[in-house]
């Protein structure tokens, strides 16, 4: 059975950072994108970030590019989401998908809250 | 960026009507959209990738479709669980981008 599981959340000042990690389980992950996912409170969902197999593609939404960094260790089956200079605005579920064979996002975590407050 | 206009916003319905979601791109997206289901508190769930194919285990009263740019999700005889959220997504150019979403409300 494929797991997703996001760690890491929790409440930080503005201009802070943290660091989400999201461990994997049930398949092969060295064979898999995969993506970061957000969703503020109340709102719509938004794609954050994605990383190939290998790590050396990475893409970003215009609105966290420069300011988050996305990274994968196969060997531990895991994928981390580092938020640096983070604003009000980036307070949100974040939620770790895989992007399966079927193109796009098949398999998603639980979700993890990130809120940015003073 | 491409825009994914999803409407309507919020749809009322009854057990057993037929409803359609409509999702327009602001340009040629292949057939590279997904629909998914958003229950309150939970993770989105797939139901439709590729346009049209629908995900092993979801019902088949689901359906997608695609004409040009404008793609469509289906329920044929809504149940009461489906009364929640959908989106669509496109994933054929960076950044993917959702819609806006459907609330599904009970009449």
């Known amino acids: 059975e494929v797991q997703l599981v996001e760690s890491g959340g929790g409440l930080v000042q503005p201009g802070g950072s943290l660091r989400l990690s999201c461990s994997a389980s049930g398949f092969r992950f060295s064979s898999y994108w995969m993506s970061w996912v957000r969703q503020a409170p109340g709102k719509g969902l938004e794609w954050v970030a994605d990383m190939s197999q290998d790590g050396i593609r990475k893409y970003y939404v215009d609105s966290v590019r420069g300011r988050f960094t996305i990274s994968r260790d196969n060997a531990k089956e895991s994928v981390d989401l580092q938020m640096s200079s983070l604003k009000a605005d980036d307070t949100a579920v974040y939620y770790c998908?895989?992007?399966?064979?079927?193109?796009?996002?098949?398999?998603w975590g639980q979700g993890i809250l990130v809120t940015v407050s003073s | 960026d491409i825009q994914l206009t999803q409407s309507p916003s919020f749809l009322s319905a009854s057990v057993g009507d037929r409803v359609t979601i409509t999702c327009r791109a602001s340009?040629?997206?292949?057939?590279?959209l997904a629909w998914f289901q958003q229950k309150p508190g939970r993770a989105p769930n797939l139901l439709i990738y590729?346009?049209?194919t629908l995900q092993s285990g979801v019902p088949s009263r689901f359906s997608g479709s695609a004409s040009g740019t404008e793609f469509t999700l289906t329920i044929s005889s809504l149940q009461p669980e489906d009364f929640v959220t959908y989106y669509c997504l496109q994933f054929n150019n960076y950044p993917y981008t959702f819609g806006r979403g459907t609330k599904l409300e009970i009449k």
């Open positions: 340009q040629g997206i292949s057939n590279s």
């Open positions: 998908a895989r992007e399966g064979e079927t193109g796009t996002l098949d398999h």
């Open positions: 590729r346009a049209s």
